[in-house]
């Protein structure tokens, strides 16, 4: 969800205005998504990067998250949508982190949206995390390490039950991935798109989708009539 302080920019508002603007708008593409029967939506909110940001903005960006559970949890609980964060959280407040995981819990059960989000999330560091555990479960004797392989390394990353994602939206006109789930998209799908995430819409959402149906996705396979 790119382009939010760019926005603001155009606009004319503060970045915090900007932010807060994105944030709105991850209900319009949620409600679509429910009305299309999307199964799975992941929204990469706060990178690792990000902490590096001016004190003032990410401590803002802290307080959007809070506010976002707070009022939303309840419609999450109505609309059946399961959330899930993706990310280190250690950098987080205790009174933020259990919050995050009241919403995670309380919402465990739904089924029509799997929601994603990815906070404080970077994917090389998905990767030294996950590296990091089967080191310990090799040393500890849970895991041998003559059969690690792709499936059981994908096992120790911080969603393993979700799928590989189909199709990957950038936002904001940006020609880059930005260290967002290295691993997993290794034969997604990418779309990008020169409108900030602001302004994102339903229909550009439709239009994703579209472009992404009309590709042929072989898998570095060739059909036998080649």
């Known amino acids: 969800m790119d382009g939010n302080a760019r926005f603001a920019k155009y606009k004319g508002i503060s970045i915090q205005d900007g932010h807060l603007f994105g944030t709105k708008n991850i209900e319009k593409i ?3 998504c429910l009305k299309i029967k999307l199964p799975y939506l992941s929204l990469y909110a706060f990178s690792s990067e990000n902490w590096q940001r001016p004190t003032k903005e990410v401590s803002y960006l802290m307080q959007l998250l809070e506010q976002y559970l707070d009022n939303n949890l309840t419609k999450m609980l109505e609309k059946q949508v399961k959330l899930l964060i993706s990310g280190n959280l250690n950098k987080l407040s205790p009174m933020l982190c259990a ?3 009241e919403a995670v819990q309380k919402t465990q059960h739904n089924q029509k949206l799997i929601l994603n989000v990815a906070f404080s999330y970077g994917a090389r560091q998905e990767i030294v995390d996950a590296t990091s555990k089967i080191h310990q479960d090799i040393s500890s004797g849970k895991i041998d ?6 499936d059981l390394f994908a096992s120790y990353l911080y969603q393993p039950q979700l799928p590989d994602p189909d199709l990957l939206i950038r936002t904001a006109g940006d020609l880059r991935i930005s260290n967002f789930m ?17 302004s994102f819409t339903p229909s550009d959402l439709d239009k994703a989708i ?3 149906q009309q590709r042929t ?4 396979t060739r059909k036998k009539n080649m």
């Open 30 to 32: 949620i409600d679509h």
């Open 99 to 101: 919050k995050i995981n």
């Open 145 to 150: 390490i003559n059969h690690l392989n792709e």
């Open 182 to 198: 290295l691993w997993q998209i290794a034969y997604t799908e990418l779309y990008f798109i020169n409108k900030f995430w602001p």
């Open 210 to 212: 579209k472009n992404f």
């Open 217 to 220: 996705r072989n898998y570095g």
